[in-house]
């Protein structure tokens, strides 16, 4: 079973960028699928981007132009780029596999504020 470890949160400024990491214990090349969810506090974990092997991406059009999903199934890595962040973006964010199911990592906190 593929655990996931995320990295990379902390505070930051209302415009500033973050990479979040997450580093895979074993290979990612079999997980067609993988994304990153967030959760704030009093809400509902939602997914925000997802990449396939092929590189197909997707986004919640609450971040779409400012993250960027992507993989390097080398070094069996999921990167979340985000740019321009703002409050709202404060939240934990998950790394996640799909393997008939969701499973996810135990999250990094991101928190936007002035």
């Known amino acids: 079973q593929v655990q996931l470890v995320e990295s990379g949160g902390g505070l930051v400024q209302p415009g500033e960028s973050l990479r979040l990491s997450c580093a895979a214990s074993?290979?990612?090349?079999?997980?067609?699928?993988m994304g990153w969810f967030r959760q704030a506090p009093g809400k509902q974990r939602e997914l925000i981007a997802s990449?396939?092997?092929?590189?197909?991406?997707v986004y919640a059009d609450s971040v779409k132009g400012r993250f960027t999903i992507s993989r390097d199934n080398f070094k069996n890595t999921l990167y979340l780029q985000m740019n321009s962040l703002k409050p709202e973006d404060t939240a934990v964010y998950y790394c996640?596999?799909?393997?008939?199911?969701?499973?996810w990592g135990q999250g990094t906190q991101v928190t936007v504020s002035s």
């Open positions: 996640a596999k799909f393997t008939r199911v969701w499973s």
């Open positions: 074993g290979s990612i090349f079999r997980i067609n699928v």
């Open positions: 990449v396939t092997n092929g590189g197909n991406t």
